[in-house]
């Protein structure tokens, strides 16, 4: 019987061969699907719009709020993007649109998106809440070019 | 027809039928679902991920020299050497789109924020 030797890595790795994300530890909160759904949902919307929507999955904090908007500060081009902060634990969600995208996705829509976002969410459905979520704030938004000419 | 005859084709062979469609359904390995199931109420102690679009110019097929595949990783190859598109450092334990590493926090006042915030 042959067995398993536990050999040290050793540190030799070059650009291709050091460990990656792939290496790492695939954390199960979602399947591919819905990762690829997820991600679909992200890239695509923000492509529609010119938008920059992002999507935070964890704990806001006590205050979620201000949590939320630090957040969404520290990410690329906040006056053009759009943060949807979900946290489960709290059951809360949140979404922050920087300046120039709060003209174009005004607060009563977000709110919308939120009532239908938590409706899903009241269900178990994250993923599902989310793509929906985005596809109704990307429908408001509407493309960037058409914006600019109704203007 | 003898009786071992009648009783093969109208009790053995439908209840084989059945047998297999029970087996294919019910036994383990079928279909098993991956990630977790959020029941709403149930508490969250799972690392926070932050999800960002792929950059406009990602390579939409095959990833080519210089571009990981990583599994759970996007569909769309990724350059291997560069963290997110944005420059705002490389990327942990990322998974799906482009997940930010949660660094010391560099608050910069844009203006007014709009926004909507809703609980379930």
């Known amino acids: 019987m042959t067995r398993v030797l536990h050999a040290d890595p050793h540190d030799t790795g070059t650009v291709d061969t050091a460990p990656n994300r792939a290496d790492e530890g695939y954390d199960t909160v979602f399947s591919y699907r819905e990762l690829a759904r997820l991600d679909e949902a992200l890239t695509m919307s923000s492509r529609e719009t010119g938008l920059r929507f992002t999507l935070y999955i964890g704990d806001l904090g006590k205050q979620t709020r201000l949590r939320a908007e630090e957040l969404h500060a520290r990410g690329g081009d906040p006056a053009n993007s759009v943060l949807l902060a979900v946290s489960p634990g709290q059951r809360v969600v949140e979404v922050v649109t920087g300046p120039s995208a709060a003209r174009r996705l005004p607060d009563r829509a977000c709110a919308l998106a939120v009532l239908s976002m938590t409706n899903s969410f009241a269900a178990g459905d994250l993923v599902g809440g989310v793509v929906n979520g985005l596809r109704q704030l990307s429908d408001q938004a509407g493309h960037p070019r058409l914006a600019r000419d109704h203007h | ?120």
């Open chain 2, 1 to 120: 027809m003898t009786v071992v005859e009648t009783l093969l084709v109208f009790l053995v062979a439908p209840l084989s039928v059945y047998l297999l469609l029970w087996a294919l359904t019910y036994l383990p390995g079928g279909r098993k679902r991956q990630g977790v199931q959020y029941k709403p109420g149930q508490s969250w102690d799972h690392e926070p991920v932050w999800y960002e679009p792929q950059p406009q110019g990602a390579p939409t097929h095959a990833a080519g020299e210089g571009d990981t595949q990583a599994v759970g990783s996007s569909l769309y190859g990724e350059p291997a050497a560069l963290g997110s598109g944005d420059g705002v450092g490389p990327a942990h334990g990322g998974h799906g789109a482009t997940a930010l590493s949660a660094g010391a926090p560099t608050p910069a006042t844009v203006g007014p924020l709009g926004g909507a915030r809703g609980t379930w």
